[in-house]
């Protein structure tokens, strides 16, 4: 979510919306009295037209300012559809406001439910979509494109679109090398489409949780082989971006759990070498100590932070 914006046109107690209706009174006066002066010649009634132009560009984006303002306050109140309107007038009046239509976009997200394919609620995904890109498209600052990639990746995710949420991420990290997070969500993601085809295959065979395909048995080595063939891309991707989460961030249990997962992943389609495979649950089995072991740490720090007792650690 954008960081709320601090406008300073509200100092001194000057409201924008009072500086808005004085800019469009005091710019029309000035743009009368000028045509009145003009006797009006051609020349000069252009001018005119123009100083009125002009006028109304400033004028407008003061009020697209008010409106964010107004959209905030209503976002903040959990009044996301009276915000909306107010960010979409914003916009309009406004169209470089690129913070309003991060918020706009953003309020968008706040009404989409994860999950629920229904035609409205994937309208509004498309909606919030459409107005990240045009935040892309503006070239805005470093920062609001690479939240405006991952909104769009989220968004994808959450619809099943896997192709596409992973374009998005791989923006992100385009974008900012040393964030962590899309790393792990691209992971997630490979993750994903191994496994749901692989349960698939293995509830066709009547396999158990605890049992791996067989490569004595001629169909579970069929099915071995084409799952292999099928998921190994997406698994040696899964363990390098998941390894690279954690390198940017060495804590990051969440990576961590998803790297044994998706070493039990290759580790179940190796049928043709039973030695690799052994080797493969030992390296996930020591990713879930990993993952516990930072896990304890970091809630024995929030347990020591909320005490508020003195550490010895040296600072770094």
């Not at 374009?167 to 191994?194: F, H, Q």
């Amino acid at each position: 979510m954008p960081a709320h914006p601090q406008w300073r046109g509200e100092a001194h107690g000057v409201r924008l919306a009072d500086l808005s209706n004085r800019c469009l009174w005091a710019y029309d006066a000035v743009a009368r009295e000028t045509y009145t002066a003009m006797n009006n010649s051609r020349l000069l009634t252009l001018a005119a037209i123009g100083l009125a132009l002009i006028s109304s560009v400033g004028c407008n984006k003061l009020r697209a300012r008010d409106q964010l303002n107004k959209g905030v306050e209503a976002y903040k109140n959990s009044h996301y559809e009276l915000a909306i309107d107010h960010f979409q007038q914003a916009v309009q009046l406004d169209p470089s406001l690129i913070n309003a239509r991060m918020y706009l976009a953003t309020a968008f997200v706040s009404q989409y439910i994860p999950g629920v394919d229904s035609p409205d609620n994937l309208r509004t995904a498309q909606q919030a979509i459409d107005e990240y890109l045009r935040v892309i498209d503006a070239n805005p600052a470093r920062d609001q494109k690479v939240n405006a990639a991952k909104g769009i990746a989220y968004l994808y995710l959450n619809m099943k679109k896997f192709d596409d949420a992973k374009k998005y991420y791989r923006m992100a990290s385009e974008l900012d090398p040393n964030d962590p997070e899309p790393y792990y969500s691209v992971g997630v993601i490979d993750w994903t489409a191994c496994y749901q085809p692989r349960m698939e295959e293995r509830a066709k065979l009547s396999l158990k949780g605890d049992e791996h395909l067989n490569p004595k048995n001629k169909d579970q080595a069929k099915v071995c082989a084409e799952l292999k063939e099928k998921n190994m891309p997406a698994i040696q991707e899964g363990m390098d971006v998941l390894n690279k989460a954690i390198q940017l961030r060495p804590d990051y249990d969440d990576a961590m759990a998803y790297l044994n997962l998706m070493y039990r992943e290759r580790a179940d389609v190796e049928c043709d070498d039973l030695n690799a495979r052994t080797e493969d649950l030992k390296t996930a089995d020591h990713w879930v100590d990993e993952a516990m072991q930072k896990k304890q740490e970091r809630a024995a720090k929030e347990a020591q932070k909320a005490s508020g007792a003195i550490t010895t650690e040296e600072p770094k």
